[in-house]
C-alpha cells in the first residue's frame, strides 16, 4: 500500500502546485468531494487522508458562534501534536478556520473516525522554519503556497488535551 500512495503522492504532488489546481479544482472541487465521501462513509473516510495524514477540525465559527468543520491534512510534529497549515490554495485571505482558531483555540479533531479535543496555538515565528521543513518533508513543495499567497499562513499546532468532565 506504502509503494501505491508514494506514486500517487509523486504524480499528484506536482498538479496540486499548479495555478489552475490553486485557484479552480483545489478551493472549488475538493470541498464538496470530500463532503460527500464523508457523508457516505458516516466520516470514517477522507478522501485526502489516501494520500496525506487527514483530520477534521471543529471550530466554533469566530464570529457567527456556530459550529464549522473542515478537512485539512496535517503533520505530526514528533511530540504528539498535529501542525495545520492555512495556505487557502495560495489564496491572498487567510481560511475562515484560521480566525476561528484565534478566537476559540479549544477545538476538536477527528482522525481516523476517533473525535479528540485539541487546544490549538499558533507556531512561534522562532520555529516556523522547523515546522515548515517538517510539513515539506511530507508534501514537498507545500511551502511554496505561502510564497505565492503573499502573506505569512498561519501555522497552528494541535495539543490533544484530556476530555474535562462537568
Known amino acids: ?9 509523486t504524480v499528484i504532488a506536482p498538479l496540486t502546485r499548479t495555478r489552475v489546481f490553486r485557484r479552480f479544482i483545489g478551493p472549488s ?6 463532503r460527500l465521501v464523508a457523508g457516505i462513509s458516516r466520516g470514517r473516510v477522507q478522501l485526502s487522508a489516501l494520500l496525506v495524514p487527514s483530520l477534521v477540525l471543529h471550530t466554533v465559527g469566530a464570529r457567527s458562534g456556530e459550529p464549522r468543520d473542515v478537512p485539512l491534512m496535517y503533520t505530526p510534529d514528533g511530540h504528539g501534536r498535529a501542525i495545520v497549515a492555512g495556505t487557502n490554495f495560495a489564496g491572498s485571505r487567510h481560511p475562515a478556520w484560521t480566525s476561528n482558531l484565534l478566537a476559540h483555540p479549544d477545538a476538536a479533531i477527528t482522525v481516523r473516525g476517533r473525535r479528540m479535543p485539541v487546544h490549538a496555538t499558533p507556531v512561534p515565528d522562532a520555529e ?18 505561502e510564497r505565492e499567497s503573499g502573506r505569512t499562513v498561519r501555522l497552528f499546532r494541535l495539543q490533544p488535551v484530556r476530555p474535562t468532565v462537568d
Open 29 to 34: 472541487l475538493l470541498p464538496p468531494v470530500e
Open 1 to 9: 500500500m506504502t509503494a501505491v500512495v508514494d506514486v500517487l503522492r
Open 128 to 145: 516556523r522554519d522547523l515546522a515548515w521543513a517538517r510539513i515539506e518533508a511530507q508534501w514537498p513543495g507545500y511551502r511554496g503556497y
